[in-house]
């Protein structure tokens, strides 16, 4: 057995909604954090029924033998696999020896990383938070010494010390991290000086489990390949470590997940850059990912690619030339696997743009032959307007922005993103002038 | 050749098949045996001046989604070498007909009739064109004939277009809005309803091809409780609401006034944003925009104009009607219903719908103040 770091952390989070990971998707990531420089790998899928809804329940022995594996693919490859328990939806005094069974079976695998999570159940205030931090204090009593624990309260999106946290975090050992997700759920910005008081008035290190790349829920219709978000250089040395919560794209996350591991190793460094470097060591993903790089701050289309459509409509070809290129050649078998559905949206955007252009083209150079401009053009953007997947730009998502009022949280507006795509810019556009609306 | 020349066309859209019945949310969703009461139709009005030609194609259907339009429009287009944006498609709301919307039931083989028979009625339409004048004229529906379902007050009108080549009537286009719902959810036979018995008298009066486009039906039934006679006389109740209509329409039809010359089509889109709501997404087809194509044809005076699908009698109030003004509802394609947005909140037409910020950017795009 390795000693067990103390270190900060420094890896990616398996906490999505959705259908956990198929096992040999995870082996294969916990192989992989390792060669970006990340360090952990934390298991909390909210659909694994022996993780949450049932947590009671002891794993099946199949599963034991999984997670024994994950240990040792772990020790391998130096990374280190934390397991977190999620009790809240049901959880009751008097529960403390079920936790305990539960995480001390992990414990006995050999992994020395445990959580307790108490994130998405109903709020409450003091004495919930009280009773919370119980559950994770009995379960630090309980086990041996050399555990790296971090616990999950239910006000892991916060700007303050609720009363909940207040509570929560009196209850707790001192050494116990806090997985935190910034001032909000999903943070667009994460202040420094709000980090650094935060963490002084709790008490202990705060683990930034940052919702990046994951898409599930109403952000579902976006993938995010792009590169990691802009945050504050100093950041990384305010908190203890960073997790990057994962989509459900296994292989297709390590772009993104990689980008941003890699800028908090150096955060001086340009984000985009680290990110054009590890999209680089991934062949035929470029097209792809160029589509797919938008997120909650960064809504807008590739600006290159957003530029070659503003051009197209006075007839530059450097878009139509991008399409043409295809975005399948290279790319290796298992990213095309899992990327299936988002290649053929950008195929019908590379059969797509084309069409409207030509209608402009035909229509602008008095050659027109076929059904009319306009409702080629409206057509096409009908149909765009219809795809259940957004690519190049964000056209409707809603990311989990929250704000608190006092101690309540609600939804942010700012987490809803209507924007227009290229395809939107483009047809929008192309009406315009063949409806004569524009010049 | 100058100068307004008009042609006619109707052919047989009738299902061959047995199909579920698209109209009522209370019907029960099962595929009845193949009743044809009355055949449905599309018919076709070819305009023509100069070298421009628009081509309006009435379905007797619910209506048609995009989905199903667009393909017809382009086979037209391409059938007639008429732009496709000079090809209007139209439904007379039929709620005993196939389903166009979401296609449910619909068993394959019938968009390939329904394209074919409109292709057919529109290439017989323009090879019919010959010059003619226009009178319009418009008439006041009585209030027992066009009731307001949600209790609204509401002014029906009745729009009668009159083109005659001499003496002789080529076609007569009635816009009213009423819906034809006349059978109820619980019969389950294919009708034009009581559009199909308003055409036969017209024509039978008038001569010449008639053509009823729905105006804003969108909270207008004809009378009964629902619209319909629940002991299952629909037949009878549709034949009386269909004679009612165009006994208005052949006394508008003696008043026309000459609306003077010139053609001119214009065809514009519009963004529409979709709300959140479960059933404006149902509209969307899942999309949280849509665009939008406007037709907007008049001759002289006469204007026709796209409601892009059931208006009510407050959004249309809302638009401006320059000279005698036809509502062409449910064209080119059904975007579900059309409240005004300072008047929702009283029924499911405002949730079957984009949602008030479409309809406010729908009524700016179609000129209300």
Redesign the interface.
Known sequence: MTAVSMTAWHGVLEGFYGEPYADAARLDLVRWVGTVGGRDYVYAPKDDPYQRAQWRTPYPPDRMQHFADLVAAGQVAGVRIGFVVSPGLDWQPGDEPALVAKLRAFYDLGARCLGIAFDDVPPGGADLGTVHGNAVAAAVAALPGDVLWAACPVDYGTDRVTAYLGAFVAALPADVDLFWTGPSVLSPDVPVALTTDLSRRLGRRLVFADNFPVSDGPMAGVLHLGPYPQRDPDLPAAVGGLLLNLGPTPVASRLPAAAGLRWWSEPQRDRTEIWEAELAGVPGLASLARACRSWLTEPGPDPELLAWTHAALDGDTRLEDYFAAGCRDGLPAEWAAELEPWLQAWEWHAMAVPIALAALRSWQDGTADGPGGAFTVAEVWRRGLAMERQLFGIRWAFYPVTARTGDAEHADPAGLVRGDTLLDTLCREALGRLTGERP | MSGLRAGAAVADITPTQPVRLAGFMARQPTVPPLVVADPLQVRVLALQDGDTTGLLAVFDLVGMS?AFA?PV??AI??ATGV????VMTSCTHTHSGPDTLLGMDLYAGYVELLTLRAVEAAQTAVAALRPVSVGAAEVAVPLDLAVNRRGFPHEPRLQVVDLLAGTERVATVVGVGIHPVTHGPDVHVITADWVGHCRVAVEAALGGTALVVAGALGDVNPPGGDGYDRSGGGAALACSVGTAVAGLATTAAKQTKDVGTGLALS???V?L?VAQAELSRLV????????T?LFTWSVGDLLLRSLPGEALSGFAAALPRPGTTVDVGLAPVWQGYLPHPDLMGGGYEDELGLGADAMSRLLVALGAA
């Open positions: 995009a667009g429009r382009l287009a391409t732009p496709v944006e000079r065809h514009r889109t963004e944003p969307s087809g899942g999309a949280d925009a849509v665009v194509e």
